[in-house]
Nanobody, 125 residues
Framework: QVQLIESGGGLVQAGDSLRLTCAAS????????FGWFRQAPGKEREFVAY????????YYADSVKGRFTISRDNAKSTVYLQMSSLKPDDTAVYYC??????????????????WGQGTQVTVSS
């Protein structure tokens, strides 16, 4: 079992930056890859970013590529999502997630087993 707790969300203006943090506990952190997802009101949950065990491989949704950066600190059991040049369309609840141990390269929400409670990001124009 992996427990995930997100933090760092808030209300910002377009063009601002935010850093989301996902603190993990319960199992060996380095055994898991991680993803960030988001869900806006009335929309399906969508993939945002992915990071591999060592952090050497990352994927991004086209909508955030060049603006968001995912990273991890295995010593602190923490995953980050640095968000820059935020747009009103980035407004959503952001979730940190992990698939079952040993699985990798996943971008579909249904492939992830462990989820945090989410943190709200609101970007005003």
């Amino acid at each position: 079992q992996v427990q995930l707790i997100e933090s760092g969300g808030g209300l910002v203006q377009a063009g601002d930056s935010l850093r989301l943090t996902c603190a993990a506990s319960g199992r060996t952190f380095s055994n898991y890859v991680f993803g960030w997802f988001r869900q806006a009101p009335g929309k399906e949950r969508e993939f945002v970013a992915y990071i591999s065990w060592s952090g050497s491989t990352t994927y991004y949704a086209d909508s955030v590529k060049g603006r968001f950066t995912i990273s991890r600190d295995n010593a602190k059991s923490t995953v980050y999502l640095q968000m820059s040049s935020l747009k009103p369309d980035d407004t959503a609840v952001y979730y940190c997630a992990a698939p079952p141990s040993g699985r990798a390269g996943l971008v579909r929400p249904r492939d992830y087993e462990y989820w945090g409670q989410g943190t709200q990001v609101t970007v005003s124009s």
